[in-house]
């Protein structure tokens, strides 16, 4: 038994633009996630940050198969899920979740709670009749709900309640994997801090192994055992969550980090500013894809591609000047 | 004792429906009349639908002849209870035939996008012809009758659905609950049933009651035109199509087929847009 329950290998999502109607030019595509490695090890929760259209929920709902890729391997436990078939991969959706970001689109609004928790149940023959009843009461009550919320339907509950209900559905398996695809970003700021501990404590509950997927870089820290940031497709830096936050590597890590609002006028001064936009994921930058905005750079950064290295200690950084 | 209590629950949950739906209630109500009026039509009248009896020609409404005569001294109000028949037959076959293929063939051309070009062509094709033009070739090659005017308006009327459901199901398939349910194992076809489906259910219920409506009238310009039922057999349609002729000496003529399809329709549309409400729980408790 490895360490590693998810490994990961080159995992690459390139989505074809339309091609117009007799047009013979090659269709452009548009390099969502464009060779993207990394490893989950059993019992810890890695944190995937990045901006907006960066990859990071493509490349969670690729683990899942809910988008297949282009490219690339991806093993759970073991197994390559790239390779099974429809009946291995339902056999094999048992041991891996999903919590999604908008809880008011993640329900199904014509099924009562009751429905939507033991749904996974009935699909994979867990449990049926009072057994089921039984087990969808516990679920509920496990995620913080009451029992005699089991009859009600999803508009009756506020989003909150609604995340929890999505977690108690992704936990009625009895998963030994989560991706969390930004679960509290929709969610007030109020709800946000009890429906990630609500997680943590599932995880110290249930031994679960978490991707958590989130922009804000303090959820992040908050929950997360090792941090890896995605720029355009790719992952710039990896590294333990106390390594990253205390020494950042990559520049564009490091801008990252300066953009977190504070409230000291001195600290607020060293930010780094970065000029210009996200370079458009249809036609991304030569070598290094940040060198566009990155103010250290050298003719390297614009002719290769750096490789996503250890620089000591787990420490995973892809850039030429760090290496 | 308990089951009392019960029964009494239940009928104060009737009485609060009808109270907050009272609408519904009034369609289904109309539709309900209108169905009694088919069915009983040898016991409200005695009066053949079909008798001839020239000499009482276009004869104003009397005690004798309720809704007076028609051109052939017909009586209007027996043609009525008869023509009911054959409209709520006609409209509720093409309803159910062009609904039930409309709605599969719509959920799969927007869930599996491999087959949506095809059905969906074919579709076009069938919706490129004017209504009538269509309906009118098929009841040209299978001959003059009820049935064959039911299936030729249910092959008229079945692009539309489709067309509707189709949309419909590549929104919802699109939703994080469908995603949700693939990411559990839901295999597609219980997907399409039991969370698809279930969303669509608002645009099929309006198209069903648009359906209805438009068939009945579909029937009537057949009838018109001399491709529907048979001449002898009574309908709405055609006796609105024979009034015309006839609009300004004798109105009743007109009147009461056209009074008889507007409230049909309109009792069609009150119970389906409550319907609609009511099956949806976002509403139901309103």
Known sequence: MSQALVEVKGLVKHFPLQRRLFSTAPVAVVRAVDGVSFDIRRGETLGLVGESGCGKSTTGRMLLRLIEPTSGTMKFDGVDVAGLGPEQLRECRRNMQIVFQDPYASLNPRMTVERTVSEPLEVHGIASGEEKRRRVRELLELVGLSSYHAKRYPHEFSGGQRQRIGIARALAVNPKFVVCDEPVSALDVSIQAQVLNLLQDLQEQLGLTYLFISHNLSVIEHVSDRVAVMYLGKIVELAAKDDLYAAPKHPYTRALMSAVPVTDREQRKKRIMLEGDVPS??????????????????????????????????????????? | MEQVVTTNRSWARVRRLMEKRRLVFVGGAIILVILLMAVFAGVLTDIDPNKLAVAKRLRPPSAEHIMGTDEFGRDVFSRLLYGARLSMTIGLSVVAISTVFGTLLGLVAGYYRAADNVIMRIMDGMMAFPDILLAIAMMASLGPSVANVVISLGTVCTPRVARVVRSAALTIRETEYVEAARAVGVRPGAILLKHVLPNAVSPIIVQATFTFANSVLAEASLSFLGVGVPPYVPSWGMMLSSARSYMVQASWMMIWPGLAIVVTVLGLNLLGDGLRDMLDPRLRNL
């Not at chain 1, 250890?310 to 892809?318: E, I, S």
């Open chain 1, 281 to 323: 994921p249809i036609n991304p930058p030569s070598g290094c894809r940040f060198h566009t905005r990155c103010s250290m750079a050298t003719d390297v950064c614009r002719e290769q591609e750096p490789e996503l290295l250890d620089v000591g200690g787990g420490h995973w950084v892809a850039c030429h000047l760090c290496q």
